[in-house]
């Protein structure tokens, strides 16, 4: 089964269900950096929130996510449009767990802040950010929606991970009230949320997206759309020469005199690019 997310509306539309499995994803950015049971806790959770989140926006509209964070998985920048998502924390080789085993995400994240930023490429880009409350990513999403965007939220996240260290499953949810819910919705809902299966439960038992959405919603809800979900970079050479272009005429020349060569990885799927004197030669002429 690929990455999806599926969109629903319950409580006579005036709540929105976006649920993700995100599984593929969260693998994917495992093999790319070799993250260990933290980090890729931390770096899964927030591409999964991120993949979701890029779903409520319109089309087009370009997500960057960094969660400047204090805990010894380090800053975590995620990028997402689309439904498609790439990203990375400062260190994937964390592992941190409490007395009983269990990983202590809140503690590998740290306190910090979440800044979102959102560009349509269209005006100037439109940013918002608030700070970490409880390092979990689920609780500090929910935050991040009351206190940033003014819509109250529920985010459930979760990624399930064997004693090896590999990815079992990952996925979540995010719940939004729209304006005009009726307070008696918001009630049983707040109820629901209270008895249903914790999220973490749910992913690791395999559910699906429209499993979960079932579970949040009792069985009465309207599904509105399937999203194909994926992890993609979309790196490529032409935007790293511009980049050194841009580093100008006299640092490029130094580079090349004393290195010869650059080599430069992608922070976001670790995709080496070589560039040998000849070529070097040829970014510097185009040098302004
Ligand atoms: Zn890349």
Redesign the pocket.
């Given at each position: 089964m690929k990455d999806y997310l599926q969109k629903a509306y319950c409580m006579n539309q005036t709540v929105r269900i976006y649920a993700a499995i995100t599984t593929d994803i969260v693998k994917e950015a495992k093999s790319i950096f070799n993250l260990w049971p933290s980090s890729l806790q931390a770096l899964g959770r927030t591409l999964t929130i991120s993949a979701i989140m890029s779903c409520t926006y319109k089309s087009g509209e370009f997500l960057n996510i960094k969660l400047d964070c204090d805990g010894p998985v380090g800053k975590i920048t995620v990028e997402a449009t689309d439904g498609k998502v790439r990203g990375f924390c400062q260190n994937p080789g964390v592992l941190l767990q409490y007395n009983d085993g269990r990983l202590n995400i809140e503690h590998a994240v740290g306190a910090g802040t979440i800044e979102v930023v959102k560009d349509l490429h269209m005006r100037a880009p439109f940013s918002s950010s608030c700070e970490i409350v409880s390092g979990d990513i689920a609780q500090d999403f929910t935050y991040y929606f009351a206190k940033s965007e003014q819509i109250p939220s529920s985010v459930g996240l979760g990624v399930s991970i064997d004693n090896e260290g590999n990815v079992l499953s990952a996925g979540g949810f995010l719940i939004q009230v729209m304006p005009g819910c009726k307070e008696e919705y918001i009630k049983a809902l707040e109820e629901r949320l209270k008895t249903m299966k914790p999220c973490t439960e749910m992913i690791k038992e395999g559910y699906n997206p429209e499993e979960i959405i079932n579970e949040i919603t009792g069985g009465d809800y309207e599904i509105l759309e399937t999203k194909e979900l994926k992890y993609e970079?979309s790196?490529n050479r032409e935007r790293f020469e511009k980049g050194l272009i841009s580093l100008g005429k006299d640092t490029l020349t130094n580079i090349l005199n004393e290195d010869h060569k650059v080599e430069i990885t992608?922070n976001?799927?670790n995709?080496k690019y070589n560039f040998n004197e000849d070529e070097l030669k040829e970014l510097i002429f185009k040098c302004k």
């Open positions: 970079c790196c992608c976001f799927c995709k």
